[in-house]
């Protein structure tokens, strides 16, 4: 089983830029698909992308399409998110996890990180 650490949140103006990564212990990051959500205060953590065991496959929630992009280094058991635009309702908790498959279900995950905080203004 892995265990993941995101870094690279921070406060960041409205239109501005972050790149977030989930750096994956042990030699099975390649085994499991990976995903990104999201928790802002007082409400439900949600799905915002996920990415395939090779990267060849990429889903995201519509909110995000067309600003956000995952990848994934398999050799560095590392996975991004890319997020450009940025809103202020993009302000929350960013977390990553794992699972065997793809799923938008965070109830199915059971691999998760911290999170890191990610703050837009306006």
């Known amino acids: 089983q892995v265990q993941l650490v995101e870094s690279g949140g921070g406060l960041v103006q409205a239109g501005g830029s972050l790149r977030l990564s989930c750096a994956a212990s042990g030699r099975t990051f390649s085994s499991y698909y990976m995903g990104w959500f999201r928790q802002a205060p007082g409400k439900e953590r949600e799905f915002v992308a996920a990415?395939?065991?090779?990267?060849?496959?990429?889903h995201y929630t519509d909110s995000v399409k067309g600003r956000f992009t995952v990848s994934r280094d398999n050799a560095k058991n590392t996975m991004y998110l890319q997020m450009n635009s940025l809103k202020p309702e993009d302000t929350a908790v960013y977390f990553c996890a794992a699972h065997y498959g793809l799923t938008y279900a965070a109830n199915d995950y059971n691999i998760w990180g911290q999170g890191t905080q990610v703050t837009v203004s306006s």
């Open positions: 990415i395939s065991w090779s990267g060849t496959s990429t």
